[in-house]
């Protein structure tokens, strides 16, 4: 009867520490989160969906490339180091489906919050965010549903990198 009750309480407490952490994945706070007009957020004058040609008119030949087979994406990487880079670009048949702004070396107006505070991002995108966390950082987000499109700032103190994907 002992082993049953300890078993129990095991079990109980095993749940209580699941359900309390929860997922912390994006797709999770999709429901809760009201939406944002994204449509004006560009890269300089690309946008998701842009094709690799425009990238290439933009920002020249891919410092670096990487092609991975599942799901099939090719990534442009843009900066002097493969790991440490400026700007990474997924494509997906061509097409744009994921910019990450690592710094603020290809300047515009998203760019430019990087090493900026948590307010500037509210001053620019307003109230209706999300906060997560993702592999140890901080991370404020916000969808466009009406354009299925989302922006991710990490933060650590202040903006450290931009991600603007389309939402799957």
Known sequence: MRKVNMLLLIIMIGSILV????????KD????????DLSDV??????LNSTDKQVEEVFG?????????????TYYIYGEDEKF???DIKLVDGKVKRFF????NFHSELGDL????????????GSDYYERTDTGADVIG???????????????????????????
């Open 42 to 47: 560009t890269i300089h004058s690309l946008t």
């Open 61 to 73: 030949e891919p410092d670096f490339t990487e092609t991975v087979e599942e799901p099939p994406s």
């Open 101 to 104: 702004l690592a710094n603020n």
């Open 29 to 36: 706070f999709y429901e809760e989160t009201k939406s944002t």
């Open 142 to 168: 916000y969808f466009d549903k009406q354009n299925k499109t989302n922006i991710e700032f990490t933060i650590d103190k202040v903006v450290t990198g931009i991600i603007v994907s389309e939402i799957e």
């Open 85 to 87: 880079y400026d700007l």
């Open 114 to 125: 990087i090493g900026k505070s948590k307010q500037a991002v509210f001053q620019m995108f």
């Open 19 to 26: 359900s309390g952490c929860g997922s912390n994945e994006k």
